[in-house]
Nanobody, 119 residues
Framework: QVQLVESGGGLVQPGGSLRLSCVASGNIAGTNPMAWYRQAPGKQRELVAGITSGGRTVYADSVKDRFTISRDNAENTVYLQMNSLKPEDTAVYYC?????????????WGQGTQVTVSS
């Protein structure tokens, strides 16, 4: 089993920044693709950003040039640096271990961290 624990969410004003962290622990074999998804009230969960085992990154169009995903393999941690935040970025953000753009039954998910962008 693998456990994912997110942190770093909170309330921020429009234009502000937050950095989310996701620490993986448990039975982890090698370097795995990781991703951040988010779900706003009344909406489906959507991919925000992902990073492959080799370090390639992918971003949703809505966050390109504002968000940056990175990883520290030695610490089994993935980060999401979020800049120039907008009210529409408000959502629960989830960390996922598994294929970046595909959701499978074998994925591991964290419990989520709330991000609220409001003045």
């Amino acid at each position: 089993q693998v456990q994912l624990v997110e942190s770093g969410g909170g309330l921020v004003q429009p234009g502000g920044s937050l950095r989310l962290s996701c620490v993986a622990s448990g039975n982890i074999a090698g370097t795995n693709p990781m991703a951040w998804y988010r779900q706003a009230p009344g909406k489906q969960r959507e991919l925000v950003a992902g990073i492959t085992s080799g370090g390639r990154t992918v971003y949703a169009d809505s966050v390109k040039d504002r968000f940056t995903i990175s990883r520290d393999n030695a610490e089994n941690t993935v980060y999401l640096q979020m800049n120039s935040l907008k009210p529409e970025d408000t959502a629960v953000y989830y960390c996922k271990m598994g294929p970046v753009v595909e959701v499978t039954s074998l994925d591991y998910w964290g419990q989520g961290t709330q991000v609220t962008v409001s003045s």
